[in-house]
């Protein structure tokens, strides 16, 4: 019940009354060489991202100084109190032919109005009656490893879509590679992040260790680890990456399939995920402590400001680190930075 519920919610995009969640889309704000989660202050920073969220982002967001509701003026976001920053590598399509690089644009989620960006939710799973404790200013994380060669796929994910839906996110018919075949419908890419927090720490060294999965990983049952007492909302992105239009490649069923992540892994596993903390006052607390009562859900959530779609396309931040990161349509010589392709 609990999973058909989420993959109905997670399909459709419909409200569902057992388990509410916030479900929402977001435009790309930018894409560019910037990583201030890791890589802080360094331009460029080593590979492409694609990023979304409030318009304060910047190469530097030092948490004593930066603050996100108070510096952005608008949001790519649906709830304009979200000035939050969301951010995962950028996806290229190599063509076997001549080794040249197109970015692969991405495509709104079912029944959302975006341009570009991806779909971000925020799920109470960890948590006894859907209650969890929102995230502090300055709380940051970050979910994968972009230098992993393993499989992780119950916490980092690949569907290729039109081969038969309705399952949860990351369930074992998804890949933690990128698939090896043709998907005309699209390659979704999603990403968990873990429910648990240890309750001081806003961030860690790996940005990683202040938070923890509640179980090995992946969607939350209901129990936190002693280290990490503190359920908080399960963070969830999904990208849409609109690989139809790649019909014809020679390395389609290979073990070299022709798309590869901007840091150069051709396999997919290393795929990641940025999130700096950003919800203005304590919008985020109210609207998780609102999904119980069913007046809140998905994109409409009734404590929650809600601007329409075009404004939050409107909300875009020129890039600072000025560079062609492969323009939709455009061929690029190799991937940004020079990063080289590899397979696990
Ligand atoms: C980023 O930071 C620089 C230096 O502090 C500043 O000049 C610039 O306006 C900031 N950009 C944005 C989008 O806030
Ligand atoms: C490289 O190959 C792709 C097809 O895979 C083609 O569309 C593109 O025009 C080629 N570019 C060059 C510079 O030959
Ligand atoms: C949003 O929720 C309100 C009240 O719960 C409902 O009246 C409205 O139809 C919903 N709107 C959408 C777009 O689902």
Not at 141 to 163: E, F, Q, V, W, Y
Not at 227 to 254: C, F, K, L
């Amino acid at each position: 019940m609990f999973w058909n519920t989420l993959a109905a919610v997670a399909l459709l995009g419909q409200s569902a009354s057992a388990q509410n969640m916030l479900r929402f889309g977001c435009s790309q704000l930018t894409t560019e060489r910037a990583d201030p989660l890791v890589n802080p202050g360094q331009i460029p920073s080593p590979h492409t991202h694609q990023i979304i969220g409030g318009n304060s982002f910047n190469i530097t967001m030092d948490p004593s100084n930066h603050d996100l509701a108070a510096q952005s003026t608008c949001t790519s976001c649906t709830y304009s109190e979200d000035f939050s920053n969301y951010w995962t590598a950028s996806l290229y399509f190599k063509s076997p032919e001549n080794g040249t690089f197109q970015r692969v644009p991405q495509f709104a989620n079912v029944g959302l109005q975006q341009d570009g960006g991806m779909t971000v939710y925020y799920m109470p799973y960890s948590a006894k009656n859907n209650k969890v404790t929102a995230f502090k200013p300055g709380f940051r994380m970050l979910a994968g490893d972009p230098m992993t060669k393993k499989n992780n796929r119950i916490s980092i994910c690949h569907r290729c879509l039109g081969n038969g839906e309705g399952f949860a996110p990351c369930d074992a018919k998804d890949t933690g590679e990128l698939p090896n075949k043709y998907c005309p419908k699209g390659i979704r890419a999603t990403i968990i992040f873990p429910s648990c927090w240890d309750g001081k720490s806003l961030d860690s060294p790996d940005h990683k260790s202040h938070v923890a999965y509640s179980n090995s990983g992946g969607l939350g049952s209901p129990s936190c680890p002693s280290t990490h007492p503190v359920a908080i909302p399960q963070v969830m992105y999904e990208i849409m990456w609109d690989t139809g239009r790649y019909q014809n490649s020679a390395w389609y069923g290979t073990n070299k399939q022709p798309f590869v992540y901007s840091f150069g892994d051709g396999t997919g596993y290393g795929q990641h995920g940025d999130y700096l903390f950003g919800w203005k006052d304590d919008s985020l607390q109210k609207a998780m402590d609102a999904l119980p009562t069913g007046k809140c859900a998905n994109a409409n959530c009734s404590v929650l400001k809600v601007q329409s779609a075009q404004d939050a396309m409107k909300c875009k931040n020129s890039q600072q680190v000025v560079e062609d990161v492969g323009a939709s349509g455009k061929w690029i010589k190799e991937l940004p930075g020079g990063v080289a392709v590899t397979y696990a």
